[in-house]
């Protein structure tokens, strides 16, 4: 069975910390990449940080470099997103997805991911 579904999300305020988790099935886990997305009411759904299949190598949006870092966890087939110094504008629903895309810059294209989690809502109050 493929499934993808995350956890952690939840209200905080402005400079709080907040983990996110997303457990996939081992024959994804495998054989993706994974990656954080968010979706912010209004606005279309952009890259927050993508892990290769190995975990050699990251990629980060701008916005949240040096706040957030990404890591997985072969033996529990997840991936984490641990979000420190959070802003209001953070808030969003976060999904984790996994795919295959071909190079680390392609880690954040939508386009290279063609499984998807449900989401869980972050909110960041001011």
């Known amino acids: 069975q493929v499934y993808l579904v995350e956890s952690g999300g939840g209200l905080v305020q402005a400079g709080g910390s907040l983990r996110l988790s997303c457990a996939a099935s081992?024959?994804?886990?495998?054989?993706?990449?994974m990656a954080w997305f968010r979706q912010a009411p209004g606005k279309e759904r952009e890259f927050v940080a993508g892990?290769?299949?190995?975990?050699?190598?990251?990629s980060y949006a701008d916005s949240v470099k040096g706040r957030f870092t990404i890591s997985r966890d072969k033996g529990k087939n997840t991936i984490d997103l641990e979000m420190n110094s959070l802003k209001p504008e953070d808030t969003a629903v976060y999904s984790c997805?996994?795919?295959?895309?071909?190079?680390?810059?392609?880690?954040?294209?939508?386009?290279?991911?063609?499984?998807w989690g449900q989401g869980t809502q972050v909110t960041v109050s001011s």
């Open positions: 892990i290769t299949r190995g975990g050699g190598s990251t």
């Open positions: 081992g024959r994804i886990f495998s054989v993706s990449a």
């Open positions: 997805a996994a795919g295959t895309p071909s190079s680390v810059p392609t880690l954040a294209r939508v386009q290279s991911y063609d499984n």
